[in-house]
């Protein structure tokens, strides 16, 4: 643990909270992409298939519990809250997200640590994390206009991810023999995925405007 992964622990945590806050406050969905969330409710479920047979602490035993509830929480309220769902925008959430599931999954056969379940499911988690937002992000742009709670939510996701790069960094050069290269190159692949969503999120916020994403 250092203060990179801490920090990027929080900010992620931050943004699970920021992202309920909206459900429950606005009892609405709206702008949220429900495949995107069912795609990080994948990512958390297999990532954390050794939350019963590996005890590192009690903090990542409790950030594993939350990260998993909190997702599958979030998918069922905009799947079966009876007031909830009818704000999910179906008709623009349209993005093909078995494409990413599948593509995610042959590489993580093709491409791990090692050749056994936990380690190719890890992987598969890892690659499937990179891409996870692209439903969020193609539907922001299609809707243009970005609430205030939607923005923060997406923002806290991306500086998550910002710091765990700062994270590798750090260990990369504090710690002997400390090599993720898989973790590495699909975090520089998601923290990509998020640059033009800083770019508008930073010019919104500097001249104190609406955050409104070009189609």
Partial sequence: MNIF????D???????????????????CAGISLKTQELYALVFITRYLDL??????LYN???KVVFIGSSILIVWCM???????????????????YFLVVG???????????????????????YLEAVAILPQLVLLQRSGNVDNLTGQYVFFLGAYRGFYLLNWIYRYFTEKHYSRWISWVSGLVQTALYADFFYYYFRSWKNNEKLHLPA
């Fill in 104 to 126: 995610s999954f042959f590489l993580a056969l093709l491409i791990h640590d090692s050749s056994t379940f936990l380690e190719i499911f890890w992987a598969f988690s890892i």
């Fill in 52 to 57: 019963f047979s590996d005890f590192i602490s």
């Fill in 5 to 8: 992964r801490f920090a990027g």
């Fill in 10 to 28: 929080m900010t992620h945590l931050v943004s699970v909270l920021v992202l309920l806050l909206k459900i429950y406050a606005t009892k609405s």
């Fill in 79 to 97: 799947r079966m809250h009876p007031v909830i769902r009818r704000s999910n925008d179906r008709d623009q959430d349209t993005f093909r997200h």
């Fill in 61 to 63: 035993t409790v950030m």
